[in-house]
């Protein structure tokens, strides 16, 4: 199971982007699926995850501001980033907890995908 992250960029605060996080592989059942950022200098940090049944969480320095959602017909998440500020400035990730077919049963891998940048700034 590979995650495919895409959609990061410069923009300029108050802009948008739309990240995309896209799960490859055969006979897999998505658990949930989250995004993570990293600044230079920081922590990772959880932004926002969906679960299978499509509930979402958010930290509250992207509540009103940031939308998760999926296509489970694509296999991808996305993250929708509005009102970006410089302080979003970071490397962004996509995990997953997904189950995959095994001999004994579902088992559960949490792959990452690269990271992609995103740079808010005038």
């Known amino acids: 199971v590979q995650l495919q992250a895409s959609g990061g960029g410069l923009v300029q605060p108050g802009g948008s982007l739309r990240l995309s996080c896209a799960a490859s592989g055969s006979a897999l059942s998505i658990h949930s699926m989250g995004w993570y950022r990293q600044a230079p200098g920081k922590q990772r940090e959880l932004v926002a995850g969906?679960?299978?049944?499509?509930?979402?969480a958010y930290t509250d320095f992207v509540k009103g501001r940031f939308t998760i959602s999926k296509d489970n017909a694509k296999r991808t998440v996305y993250l929708q980033m509005s009102s970006l500020k410089p302080e979003d400035t970071a490397v962004y990730s996509c995990?997953?907890?997904?189950?995959?077919?095994?001999?004994?049963?579902?088992?559960?891998?949490?792959?990452w995908g690269q990271g992609t940048q995103v740079t808010v700034s005038s």
């Open positions: 995990h997953g907890v997904i189950f995959i077919p095994t001999l004994t049963g579902w088992a559960p891998v949490e792959p």
């Open positions: 969906i679960d299978s049944d499509s509930r979402t």
